[in-house]
């Protein structure tokens, strides 16, 4: 059960960073880089590393999206 | 932004995102996390409220320079501690049991472990705070 668990999440984990180098639209791809931080920290978590896991949730998944954004609302957002 | 669920959503969920900030920085050398954890889920409370409420009532909050003059003294504050340590004849940053360490489990254990988390938590709360205002207002520092 739990190796099913851990191959979905790679495998989203792959789609999700194959998207965020082939999408056009940035703010699309800031928020695909989110899900793929917030997956990385439940695999994290899964491989007994909370403190990590946490880590990766506050700052890949909290800040580096709030300062991409910032970034985007401050240039063109088409790529 | 100008979104009504946005806001009322974030002014209610603002404490909680702090009072568990300050929890992962207190408890730092008991659980997981720690002061780089828990300072950057205090910053990300405080930014979050700029970019949906208000930048400016964000900034009232925490000011530009407190943030920078706290963002400081934290670094102080951490090798003033690490001083103690070599004033007292051993290596910079040994752990001396500044705290009566009742028992394994509680909050005032540890030695300086504690208050140099503390320190930590400050300085990267400040620091990611400085770093969302210095990109948002493209100030000249």
Not at chain 2, 24 to 46: C, D, E, K, R
Not at chain 2, 55 to 61: L, M, P
Not at chain 2, 112 to 127: D, R
Request: one cysteine or more; glycine letters at 8%; charged letters at 10%.
């Amino acid at each position: 059960m739990a190796e099913i668990f851990h191959v979905l999440l790679l495998t989203f984990l792959i789609v999700c960073a194959v998207a965020v180098a082939y999408i056009r639209d940035l703010l699309s791809a800031v928020i695909l880089f989110a899900a793929y931080s917030l997956v990385m920290a439940i695999i994290w978590q899964q491989l007994d590393a909370p403190d990590i896991a946490m880590a990766e949730a506050a700052i890949g998944a909290g800040v580096t999206t709030l300062l991409f954004v910032v970034t985007i609302s401050k240039t063109r957002r088409q790529e | 932004m100008n979104d009504f669920v946005l806001q009322t959503v974030t002014q209610i969920l603002m404490p909680f995102i702090q009072v568990y900030g300050i929890f992962v920085v207190l408890n730092g050398h008991l659980s997981p996390g720690g002061g780089f954890a828990g300072g950057t889920i205090l910053g990300a409370s405080i930014i979050l409220y700029a970019l949906t409420v208000d930048v400016k009532a964000a900034e009232g909050i925490y000011p530009d320079e407190r943030a920078e003059m706290v963002e400081s003294a934290s670094v102080l504050v951490f090798v003033l501690l690490g001083l103690i340590s070599l004033m007292m004849g051993r290596n910079f940053l040994t752990n001396i049991g500044i705290f009566p360490s009742p028992e394994t489990g509680t909050l005032l254990t540890g030695g300086f472990i504690m208050p140099v988390t503390l320190a930590i938590g400050a300085k990267v709360a400040s620091t990611v705070i400085t770093l969302f205002t210095h990109l948002f207002e493209e100030k000249k520092s």
